[in-house]
């Protein structure tokens, strides 16, 4: 784990992910397993599949057999909304999803799109951090847009990163 963590911690330092693989359905098993360790209301493999089926953009960066990161982004005609995004527990705090956002940033880019959306739930203080360093701004509230436990539910804060 220390080589893995050190050879892991140079490509970041170099700005570099590994080239990330489209994620497929014969991924789905550790895809699932990362996703249910990472969220207390996981996406379900159907979400996986009709994502994969509707071709929305799927990279999946590995170390090796190790999954480190993935997203699902769905491209409009001028902004990309992000579905999902999402590093494994164990591979947290190590400057992967600054990494990956810069990657979805330059793949936008590339098609010409200049705008990126997303929702996070309200109480995800982690990814708002990480969205406001990465220069996404509030747009606005969905109340009440996920569930919770015992029926409650939480709203959705709307933010969008233009350049
Ligand atoms: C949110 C998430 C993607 C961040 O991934 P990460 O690889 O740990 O983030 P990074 O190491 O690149 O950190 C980037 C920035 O995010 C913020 N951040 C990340 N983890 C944080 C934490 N535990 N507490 C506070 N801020 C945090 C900080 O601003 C951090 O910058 P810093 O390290 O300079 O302080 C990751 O925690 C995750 O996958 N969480 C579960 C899934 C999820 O909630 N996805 C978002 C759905 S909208």
């Known amino acids: 784990m220390k080589l893995f963590r050190k050879s892991h911690s140079v490509l970041l330092k170099n700005n570099l992910l590994p080239t990330p693989q489209d994620m497929t359905q014969d991924m789905l098993t550790p895809v699932l397993r990362v996703e249910q360790g990472a969220y207390s209301h996981p996406w379900l493999m159907g979400n996986f599949v009709d994502s994969i089926v509707s071709g929305y953009h799927m990279p999946v960066w590995w170390h090796g057999d190790e999954l480190l990161c993935y997203l699902v ?4 005609a001028d902004e990309v909304h992000l579905l999902n995004f999402t590093v494994a527990p164990a591979h947290q705090r190590q400057g992967l999803a600054q990494a ?3 990657y979805l940033r330059d793949w936008s880019l590339s098609r010409g799109v200049h705008s990126i ?4 739930r309200a109480s995800n203080q982690r990814a ?3 969205y406001v360093a990465s220069g996404f701004v509030k747009d606005g509230v969905r109340p009440s847009y996920y569930p919770v436990h015992n ?3 939480e709203d959705a804060v709307v933010m969008s990163l233009n350049w």
């Open 73 to 76: 982004a769905m491209r409009g």
């Open 100 to 102: 990956m956002m810069r």
């Open 117 to 120: 959306w997303l929702e996070v």
């Open 128 to 130: 708002i951090a990480l």
């Open 151 to 153: 029926g409650q539910r």
